[in-house]
Nanobody
Framework: QVQLVESGGGLVQAGGSLRLSCAASGRTFSASAMGWFRQPPGKEREFVAAMGWSGNSADYADSVKGRFTISRDNAKNTVYLQMNSLKPEDTAVYYC?????????????????WGQGTQVTVSS
């Protein structure tokens, strides 16, 4: 059974930082794209960041460019999201995702595996 388990969420003041981690088990993702989506309260789920299998390049939502950085450690089957300069509008449940395919996509339909989510709350 494939599992993606997020950690690192919490409450932080605006301008602060958090680092989310996502540990995968049950399947290796070293040849697959991984990424992050989020769902703000009362809104639809939205793309945040994604990285292809090699980890050489990434895509970001315009709203997080320059503030968030996605990275991965294929040896640990883990993906990370470093979030800096957090804003209240970043408040959301953050979901880790994994694909069966190697290339990054911003479309949620491209991802077959989803974590349970971790809450990030940014206070003003």
């Amino acid at each position: 059974q494939v599992q993606l388990v997020e950690s690192g969420g919490g409450l932080v003041q605006a301008g602060g930082s958090l680092r989310l981690s996502c540990a995968a088990s049950g399947r290796t993702f070293s040849a697959s794209a991984m990424g992050w989506f989020r769902q703000p309260p009362g809104k639809e789920r939205e793309f945040v960041a994604a990285m292809g299998w090699s980890g050489n390049s990434a895509d970001y939502a315009d709203s997080v460019k320059g503030r968030f950085t996605i990275s991965r450690d294929n040896a640990k089957n883990t993906v990370y999201l470093q979030m800096n300069s957090l804003k209240p509008e970043d408040t959301a449940v953050y979901y880790c995702v994994g694909s069966r395919f190697p290339f990054r996509r911003s479309d949620p339909i491209a991802y077959d595996y989803w974590g349970q989510g971790t809450q990030v709350t940014v206070s003003s």
